[in-house]
């Protein structure tokens, strides 16, 4: 039987905007911000110089039938929504590569600041540069889980007809991933396993 509460996880979003007004964790959330808000900008232009061409070469590819050309409309607006989602998917995850260590030991100070209890025994910047390589590997686990489901839905999204579930099927899917992303960095300080917060999550699904 599904567990969990969805009300109860909307809730978790308020409390995360209160905690980042924190004066000792706002530092670890404006410098991956400014990291992704440069890394969204370079996305978002070089998208605009070849949206349209990807766009093109991909409806070059539906049969010339009558029916399907009088849903042209449709198709470029169902394959547009799959591009900016497999697009938008990518760069987060450079872009969390990037900010993982600093996501790390935000997870950390924030239970420090919630339970009171130290996680670590590192408090400085030495922390979060120790933390590089374990960092790193764990957002590999993660891509190399990422990757297989994401081409078989890609596939999808291309398929004439099928395609039609493909932006239901990315949004539901990118939810999980995005669930796995961010509850993964407190699991990671206390060494659970990947897998093993997959199962965690599996069985708390909506909280």
């Not at 992704?36 to 990807?54: C, D, I, K, Q």
């Not at 889980?145 to 239901?168: D, E, F, M, S, T």
């Amino acid at each position: 039987m599904r567990k969990g509460n969805f009300f109860r996880g909307l809730g978790y979003l308020a409390e995360g905007f209160r905690l980042i007004r924190q004066p000792r964790l706002r530092l670890f959330v404006i410098i991956p911000l400014i990291i992704n808000v440069f890394l969204f900008a370079a996305m978002f232009y070089f998208m605009a110089l070849g949206f349209e061409a990807l766009i093109a070469l991909v409806m070059g590819w539906l049969p010339d039938w009558a029916w399907l050309q009088a849903l042209d409309w449709l198709f470029w607006l169902l394959y547009g929504v799959v591009i900016l989602l497999v697009m938008a998917y990518g760069f987060v995850i450079v872009a969390t590569l990037i900010g993982a260590p600093f996501y790390g030991y935000l997870a950390e100070l924030t239970e420090k600041y919630l339970t009171g209890q130290e996680i670590s025994t590192d408090d400085n910047w030495a922390a979060i540069i120790k933390d590089i390589p374990r960092a790193l590997w764990r957002e590999v686990q993660k891509i190399t889980y990422y990757l297989p489901r994401a081409i078989v839905l890609l596939i999808i999204g291309l398929i004439p007809v099928v395609n039609l579930v493909a932006a239901v099927l990315w949004f539901l899917f990118n939810s999980w991933m995005m669930s796995l992303q961010y509850v993964d960095y407190p699991a990671d300080n206390h060494k659970v396993s990947f897998p093993a917060l997959r199962r965690l999550l599996g069985d708390t699904r909506l909280s």
